[in-house]
């Protein structure tokens, strides 16, 4: 898949889903209740154990799913590099990093780059960011997220951090083009099974953001 076809998936299902595991052996039960609950885009983040093992796993186990299956906490291009060899279709990061973005499009990989100032947010656009991650969203707020919307509203931005079922509207009608979702989807244990909570809270967050 080029890299323009998955931007244009990412952004017409309007959700990242972050997984983000202290062991290594809950990472496919978690992406199984997140691919059930429907989310199409998902990063495995480098500090995760075995991120790379796992991302080659999702891939090859959801290869026919239509899942993109991507990499978050990509600070640099070593990371780049090992996230790519493991098939990771598009790379996330919490930094702006202009080196990520040259090694991912070398390989036709779109980048999802972190920035928080007008500056970080054109340089990288500058660079070629395929979107823009502005993060952490929740502790910056929507003010100031309408704020650098404002003269920079031709850029496509994804917040991330503090985005939940009470505020995801609220983002949206600010002018938000998505979002990643993180803890908020992992608050029930997957480590005695009960991973039904987390399909239905995926579901309540597609309904929101799709209405």
Known sequence: MKRAEIVKIIKKEKIVAIVRMKEQLEVPAFINSLIKGGIKALEITSNTPGFSEEIANARNLHSQSGVLIGAGTVT?????????KAGAQFLVTPNTNIEVIKIAHTHDIPVLMGAVTPTEVCVAIENGADIIKLFPAGSLGIN??????????????????????????????????????GSVLTQTTIREGDIKPIESTVKKFIQLIQN
């Open 144 to 181: 100031y997220f309408k704020s650098i919307k404002a003269p920079l509203d031709k850029i496509d931005f994804f917040v991330v951090g503090g985005i939940n079922l009470s505020n995801i509207k609220d983002w949206m009608e600010a002018g938000a083009s998505g979002v990643g979702l």
């Open 76 to 84: 640099n291009i070593e990371i780049a590099k090992e996230a790519i």
